[in-house]
């Protein structure tokens, strides 16, 4: 049986509901290509429309009238704004090999806030194997349904352990281009790798971002907006790709230890976050084989944005950053960078500030080049940790979470140890989420290989935006590069899965 990402629909204008969203579900599965599917939603956006001239905006009448006759008269076909990004969504989720499935929310959460059927909500959300919320922009945040149903998660216990571990994505509509749609996905992506489910951005065809953002400023819209369906487009396959891989992750196991790399970006000279990742490294035993940066005191050089980046064609261990200063530490821990299961970017946040070493910023602006570089941590599971006094209120693991999604990674539930008065107050609750951290990361390295072994891959950064780097790109050739890369990547993807993949 085929792993199923189902699609959740956050709009109180959804087209779909009853029967139309099996049928909406039947019609995406005989979709072929990239081409058909944009027919497709601009016809069903057009459909919609004129449900809406039928229903009294010809007449002039008031919206809560129209939207009364909507629901009355019909159900079975056209697409909402929302359903058209949803649509597009679960096409790249079915072109990864996935099952798919379709929840309108106004079938479940009313206008006022009711709740009906919520056991067959609960029953369909409880068959998914990944889950892409899809969401109008309200003030630069998600609408209320997709607030109800992420409470409809929170509260229900069982339902909450089942979404543990479960991959999400997003993608929202709003009516401008800069209309909240990033804050809208920032904030879901957070929310919901607080309830341990593993967080997503969209793949690199669109360069890897946070979800699909789609621009709509009237009905049926959005399917005007060809790089926004990209995008969710992108944010579909993303997810159904991890689905894949975690659902090949059930017949192997690794043949040695968790890779594990410590990042402690930000720290103070008594070495207060130094001091938790050796308690965490202790804590995992032989299950991880640990490797610890400390860069909060080191001469990480600021990155100077060139125009071309990285500045060489080659493979990924060669070190392909413009600065190659003395004190530059990047040349000598490049290699460090090289094949890892699990990152863990370490920060110390106190409110007194007077003794604070932090080469946060210069170091994530540095990692550029890796990111560029065909995304060299793609699939590689992350970690934020974060030590935090009460009241430092710096929101580390937010800027942690956002900076590292965007390398094609997998973000798990940041772990945030508080202190006061030197104490730590939720030990039992760190440690927690560091053995869950070891277990997804583990699941997600052996659904990676075990894909690899099926069918090498190598995903490529695309320049969208870089004027000067497309242009150069073409001068050295696109397919050269990608041949030099998928040469050398092929080279230690096989080795890996022949040395630390044990099938079942």
Known sequence: MKPKVVAVSASLRNARWGRGTQDLVDQIRRIENEADLFRFVTEQGRVHYQQFIDSGRAE????????????????????????IGMTAGLWGALSKGCDIDYIPLSSYFGPTGQGK?????????????GVLLCTPVYFGDRSSLASDFIEFVRRDTELRDFMEGKPFAGIVVGAKRNGGQETTLVYQMMEMTSLGMLGLGNDSDTTAQYGGTIVAGDVGEACGDEYGLR?????????????MECSLAENGRLADSLKTMFWILQDVPDGIARKLVDDLIREAGDGISARVLELQDSSVGR???CDICPVQVGP???YRCIIRTKRDPFPDMHESFLDNDLIVPVVYSPRDRSQIRTMYQRFIERTRYLR???????DVSVMPLVVEELGAGENMHIRLAT????????????NIAYLQSGKLLNKD??????????KQARQITIGRLSALSRQPDVVSYNPVGYILSAARDKELSVQERRRLLQEDRSVRQKRDVYERLITE
């Open 403 to 414: 900076s590292l999604v965007r390398h094609h990674t997998v973000m798990l539930k940041p």
């Open 60 to 83: 002039g009448l008031p919206f809560d009238e129209l939207y009364k006759n909507l629901r009355r008269k019909f159900g079975g076909s056209g697409l909402c704004n929302s359903e």
């Open 303 to 305: 990155c100077i944005a």
């Open 231 to 243: 995008t969710a487009i992108g944010a579909g396959k993303r997810l159904g790709r991890i689905v």
């Open 316 to 318: 990924d261990a060669d």
């Open 372 to 378: 560029r570089g065909d995304y060299l941590f793609t």
């Open 117 to 129: 059927d919520l056991g067959e909500l609960k029953h369909r959300l409880m068959e998914a194997d």
């Open 429 to 438: 609750e760190v440690l927690s989420n560091w053995h869950r951290a070891r």
